[in-house]
Nanobody
Framework: EVQLVESGGGLVQAGGSLRLSCVAS????????IGWFRQAPGKEREKVSC????????YYEDSVKGRFTISSDNAKNTVYLQMNSLKPEDTAVYYC???????WGQGTQVTVSS
């Protein structure tokens, strides 16, 4: 059974950094991609970034380009989202997801104070 567990959220001041982790288990091969999504109160869930586990190709939503970096450590079955220069508008619950599936983590809260 596929499971995703996020961690690393917290409260940080504007301009600060956080690193989110998503530990993925239950896969039998590397033919999948992991995405980070976020949902702020009253807003729809949006894709922030994603990475292909097989070839390492990445995607970033325009508002996080140059500030967020996604990476994977396949030996640890972990995908990271390094978030720098955080802004109050980055405040949301962040989720990881196996793209194209209904497998989601439980979410981790990121709060950026001004």
């Amino acid at each position: 059974e596929v499971q995703l567990v996020e961690s690393g959220g917290g409260l940080v001041q504007a301009g600060g950094s956080l690193r989110l982790s998503c530990v993925a288990s239950g896969f039998t091969n590397d033919d999948y991609a992991i995405g980070w999504f976020r949902q702020a109160p009253g807003k729809e869930r949006e894709k922030v970034s994603c990475i292909s586990i097989s070839d390492g190709s990445t995607y970033y939503e325009d508002s996080v380009k140059g500030r967020f970096t996604i990476s994977s450590d396949n030996a640890k079955n972990t995908v990271y989202l390094q978030m720098n220069s955080l802004k109050p508008e980055d405040t949301a619950v962040y989720y990881c997801n196996v793209l194209g599936t209904a497998y989601w983590g439980q979410g981790t809260q990121v709060t950026v104070s001004s």
